[in-house]
C-alpha cells in the first residue's frame, strides 16, 4: 500500500505541465566561433507588445548567460516566433452499465471529459549565421499558457520557457 501512495505522488508531480522543450542544430557547425548576437530585423513573433517586451527582456538576461551578449554587428541573428492553441483535456471519468443473464449479456458505457481546454504557448527559437544566412540552431519550446494570467506570472511563464530553450546552448558535440 506504501509503494502505491508513492507512486500515486510521484505521478502527480510528472503530470505538472512544466515547459516541453526539443533541440535541433547543425552538427557540422563550430558554436565556440559565435560570441554575439541581435534580434532578427523582421521579427514577427505574433505576441502581444507587452508580452514581446517580457520575452526580449528574458532573452537578454538568459542569452548573457550562455556566452552570446547583444551587438549591433552581430554573428547570429535571433529570431522567435509564437503559436497559441487550445488541447482538450485527455482526463475523462468512465461509467458504465450492464448486465446479463444466461448467454445474454448487454452493456453500455460512455466517457464524462473531466476538466476543461487548456491554453498552450509554443515558441520558437532560431539561431541564423548572419554571414551565410544558414540556420544554425533552433529550438522549439511548448507550455502551458493562461491568457488571463497576472502580468508577474506571464513574465515567470515566458522567463522558463527561455531558460529551457537555452538550457542547451552552445550543443555539445
Known amino acids: 500500500m506504501k509503494i502505491l501512495k508513492i507512486l500515486f505522488v510521484c505521478l502527480i508531480f510528472s503530470s505538472c505541465n512544466s515547459p516541453r522543450v526539443v533541440y535541433d542544430y547543425d552538427d557540422q557547425i563550430d558554436f565556440s566561433t559565435y560570441n554575439t548576437y541581435g534580434i532578427y530585423p523582421d521579427l514577427m513573433t505574433e505576441l502581444s507588445q507587452l508580452d514581446e ?14 556566452i552570446l551578449m547583444r551587438d549591433l554587428n552581430p554573428d547570429l541573428f535571433l529570431n522567435v516566433y509564437s503559436e497559441e492553441f487550445r488541447e482538450r483535456s485527455g482526463n475523462s471519468l468512465g461509467v458504465g452499465i450492464g448486465g446479463g443473464g444466461g448467454n445474454v449479456g448487454v452493456g453500455m458505457s460512455g466517457g ?7 491554453n498552450y504557448l509554443q ?13 544554425v540552431w533552433q529550438a522549439v519550446v511548448e507550455a502551458p499558457f493562461n491568457l488571463n494570467a497576472r502580468p508577474e506570472k506571464r513574465q515567470q511563464t515566458l522567463q522558463e520557457m527561455v531558460e529551457k530553450a537555452f538550457a542547451k546552448y552552445p550543443p555539445k558535440k
Open 112 to 118: 464524462i471529459p473531466i476538466g476543461g481546454a487548456k
Open 53 to 66: 517586451r517580457r520575452l526580449l527582456n528574458s532573452l537578454e538576461k538568459v542569452l548573457q548567460e550562455t
Open 123 to 135: 515558441l520558437t527559437f532560431d539561431l541564423i549565421d548572419v554571414t551565410n544566412d544558414l540556420l
